[in-house]
């Protein structure tokens, strides 16, 4: 996947559209997927799409927004945006964690999409995780910028290099928030040879 977030690039100058500007960036990722048990000749582990769990905070609606226009996409985002995602990510993420059939939050591994300092501060007091569980997405933010879609995969990335070789039992849990506001999350579970 490319995004080509530098495209949607707007000259006029208000809080909005700096913040916008200095936190996008151009990027591209790909992945291999799969319906073999296990990939061959891979220097990563294979995963496990294992299950997937959207929500909608429709108190968000108007905060994050994404709309075309004459001079190209314009990209609403409200300084609340870290506030609401701190407030509701715990209740979020304990409904995917309840629906992957997940007993306890501890020990889990967490690549969270890198929208930004601020997201990712909120994210980790929401679900009351250490700065070190977020550290693949700090990297990736701080070195990248926020790419968009392949910024995640940029943080998997990361993630599956530093834990070679896998544990049986050690999951993912992949988290990213986008318009609406939405939050999409997917159970990742390492395929053992």
Not at 85 to 91: C, D, F, G, K, T
Not at 134 to 162: A, C, Q
Request: glycine share 8%.
């Amino acid at each position: 996947m490319v995004e080509l977030c530098s495209i949607h690039f707007q000259p006029e100058i208000d809080n909005e559209n700096m913040v916008v500007n200095s936190l996008f960036a151009d990027g591209a990722a790909a992945l291999i997927i799969s319906s073999k048990k296990k990939l061959k000749n891979t220097h990563l582990p294979s995963l496990r799409l294992s299950g997937f769990h959207s929500k909608v905070i429709h108190a968000g609606g108007a905060m994050m927004t994404w709309h075309p226009s004459e001079k190209g996409f314009l990209m609403g985002l409200d300084s609340l945006v870290p506030q609401l995602i701190e407030s509701n990510a715990r209740p979020l993420i304990a409904e995917a964690v309840d629906k992957f059939s997940i007993r306890k939050m501890d020990g889990l591994n967490w690549v969270v999409h890198p929208g930004g300092r601020k997201i990712l501060e909120a994210v980790q007091r929401g679900i009351s995780l250490q700065a070190d569980d977020l550290k693949e997405s700090y990297i990736v933010l701080k070195n990248f910028g926020n790419m968009s879609s392949p910024s995640i995969f940029f943080v998997l990335k990361g993630m599956l290099r530093k834990n070679q070789p896998w544990k049986k039992k050690e999951c993912i849990i992949a988290a990213g928030f986008g318009p609406g506001i939405t939050i999409e999350t997917a159970l990742l579970e390492p395929v053992i040879a």
